[in-house]
């Protein structure tokens, strides 16, 4: 499995509309409710595990990402979505510069090593300058998509 096989074109957001953390996440969690990946009624259950992850620590990694990310029992497989902010978004990281790209993803419960497999993986691509400057010129998220698919885009 690589992070191309967790995103389709429907669950990437070219330019998010949200300026700060808590929107942001909100924005990317309801788009994976109306892409049928979480189920409305467990939409503020999932939003809880990713407030009470982002509380701990925030999860804006530097180098303008930010991968927040939790467990929960609402989701049956990993889910994830893909959202880019051209202007930045505000969102606490560790270098304090704006988040342009925020790779959001839930993993079910107890699955602790895929949960730590998903994060470096996308850490590790995204960490990478030419991906990220090929992800801030993609004109469409579909070409989003292909970066994700076609760097390989680490496996988890």
Same mark, same amino acid.
Request: no cysteine.
């Given at each position: $499995?690589?992070?191309?096989?967790?995103?389709?074109?429907?669950?990437?957001?070219?330019?998010?509309?949200?300026?700060?953390?808590?929107? *942001?996440?909100?924005?990317?969690?309801?788009? +994976? @409710?109306? %892409?049928? %990946? @979480? #189920?409305?009624? =467990?939409?503020?259950?999932?939003?809880?595990?990713?407030?009470?992850?982002?509380?701990?620590?925030?999860?804006?990694?530097? !180098?303008? &990402?930010? &991968?927040?990310?939790?467990?929960?029992?609402?989701? =049956?497989?990993?889910?994830?979505? !893909?959202?880019?902010? $051209?202007?930045?978004?505000?969102?606490?990281?560790?270098?304090?510069?704006?988040?342009?790209?925020?790779?959001?993803?839930?993993?079910?419960? =107890?699955?602790?090593?895929?949960?730590?497999?998903? +994060?470096?993986?996308?850490? #590790?691509?995204?960490?990478?300058?030419?991906?990220?400057?090929?992800?801030?010129?993609?004109?469409? *998220?579909?070409?989003?998509?292909? &970066?994700?698919?076609?760097?390989?885009?680490?496996?988890?």
């Amino acid at each position: $499995m690589t992070l191309g096989n967790l995103l389709t074109v429907d669950q990437i957001l070219p330019e998010m509309k949200s300026t700060e953390r808590w929107s *942001a996440i909100v924005e990317l969690v309801d788009l +994976l @409710v109306a %892409q049928k %990946q @979480v #189920k409305p009624a =467990d939409r503020d259950i999932v939003l809880g595990a990713l407030r009470q992850r982002e509380e701990t620590m925030s999860t804006g990694i530097g !180098f303008g &990402i930010a &991968i927040p990310h939790a467990s929960s029992d609402r989701v =049956d497989k990993v889910v994830a979505a !893909f959202g880019r902010s $051209m202007t930045g978004i505000e969102f606490d990281s560790l270098d304090n510069a704006p988040v342009k790209f925020i790779v959001l993803f839930v993993v079910p419960k =107890d699955q602790f090593q895929t949960h730590l497999r998903t +994060l470096a993986a996308i850490a #590790k691509f995204l960490n990478d300058r030419n991906v990220r400057e090929r992800l801030g010129t993609a004109v469409s *998220a579909g070409e989003i998509l292909s &970066i994700f698919e076609n760097d390989g885009a680490g496996k988890p």
